[in-house]
């Protein structure tokens, strides 16, 4: 039994390019005449995003775009570099990571990985994980740590395992001209709570789905499914 991961966290190339496009500022706040890099929470909140800010895939993307267009470290010296996109410009798996998965209490196979579709030229798109059909062991045998009595692998804790993006180009650090700073307002810690955060086509779309199923009340409770 294996798995085949096609998979990636955000859903078109449109969302990734806005989402990169919008970290790829020097935001900066100023605090007691001083200006500092803005937190990754601040800029979301300033954009009126907050909803966002709780995914998985939107601050990473942000941040990653952030980091280059204000350097850590350098509020003395404020310091950036250029970003682009790689040719070609797609979503690619960068690396499958399953340290800590263990079969009878032995590290995984190398041969469990096996990336196609583009893999030959670095941009792979396919990745079909688990034993070969010659392999006597079962995906199902696979637990975290090599503790006995460790919890069995799931797919979605396969699927967490997945670091997906785009190939990207940096270039040399070069000091942020003053008037570059994108300046906005400061925001406590933890401000953003996430679980209650919302956008008003998520809370449509919900209910929608509770008139469905208000309609259709013998399909409640029937999703369901296997992996392999």
């Not at 803005?38 to 954009?47: G, L, S, T």
């Not at 941009?123 to 975290?144: H, K």
Request: hydrophobic residues 35%; glycine residues 10%.
């Amino acid at each position: 039994m294996h798995l085949l991961f096609m998979v990636h966290p955000i859903n078109g190339l449109d969302d990734l390019i806005y989402v990169v496009h919008f970290g790829s500022f020097p935001y900066a706040v100023s605090e007691g005449g001083r200006r500092r890099r803005a937190r990754i929470e601040e800029i979301f909140d300033n954009a009126g995003a907050r909803y966002l800010f709780c995914r998985n895939a939107d601050p990473a993307a942000a941040n990653g775009a952030y980091n280059q267009a204000f350097l850590s470290g350098t509020e003395g010296n404020p310091r950036a570099r250029k970003l682009a996109f790689a040719d070609p410009l797609g979503m690619y798996i960068r690396a499958v990571s399953t340290d800590d998965l263990f079969l009878n209490g032995n590290p995984l196979p190398d041969s469990w990985n096996r990336l196609s579709r583009g893999s030959a030229n670095g941009t792979p798109q396919r990745l079909e994980f688990g034993p070969d059909d010659n392999d006597p062991a079962f995906l199902d045998e696979v637990t975290i740590t090599r503790n006995p009595g460790a919890p069995k692998v799931t797919g979605f804790q396969l699927a967490k395992r997945i670091e997906v993006g785009p190939l990207v180009v940096v270039g040399t650090e070069e000091p942020i001209p003053p008037g570059a700073f994108n300046d906005i307002p400061s925001v406590a810690e933890g401000t953003i709570t996430c679980g209650l955060e919302t956008d008003d086509r998520c809370q449509r779309i919900a209910d929608f789905k509770t008139a469905f199923d208000n309609r259709t009340p013998a399909r409640r409770g029937t999703r369901g499914g296997r992996v392999g």
